[in-house]
């Protein structure tokens, strides 16, 4: 017996200022969103492509940024884990708070929860700069 799996309405950030293997930031985030949809994500929309100012003023090129709705049955643990890998497959690593991306996927809500928590997002604000 198959159960009906709930699904959840996700808001997710896009963002990219350093090219990908496919291209071009706003050719990734394109891509990204399609990887989203081969992830079996249902009810994909997203918002256009915006250029935003890097920061710190001065750190790499502008952002494209963008913003993408979508409904999902995942868990948010295992939703996260698969942004988190779909940024791997487009050449992001974790190695610089502040660093240049070639694909950053944020995790902003999971149905009426924003991410991250308050807490979560306290501590990292308040790192230092470096």
């Known amino acids: 017996m198959i159960k009906n799996l709930r699904k959840t ?22 891509a990204a969103l399609e990887r989203l949809e081969d992830e079996g994500v249902s ?3 997203s918002s256009q492509f915006y250029r935003t100012p890097c920061f710190p003023i001065g750190a790499g090129p502008d952002y494209v940024n963008a913003c993408a709705s979508f409904l999902s049955d995942q ?6 884990a698969l942004l988190h ?5 487009f050449g992001r690593q974790r190695d ?9 996927l944020d995790l902003l809500a999971y149905g009426d929860d924003v991410r991250p928590d308050l807490s979560i ?6 790192l230092p700069m470096e």
């Open 9 to 30: 309405r996700v808001l997710v950030g896009l963002g990219a200022n350093m090219p990908s293997s496919l291209g071009t930031p706003k050719q990734t985030l394109a």
């Open 43 to 45: 009810e994909l929309e």
């Open 75 to 80: 868990p948010p643990q295992r939703l996260l």
């Open 85 to 89: 890998a779909i940024e791997a497959e």
């Open 96 to 104: 610089q708070r502040w660093g240049q991306r070639s694909l950053d």
């Open 121 to 126: 997002y306290t501590a990292w604000k308040d």
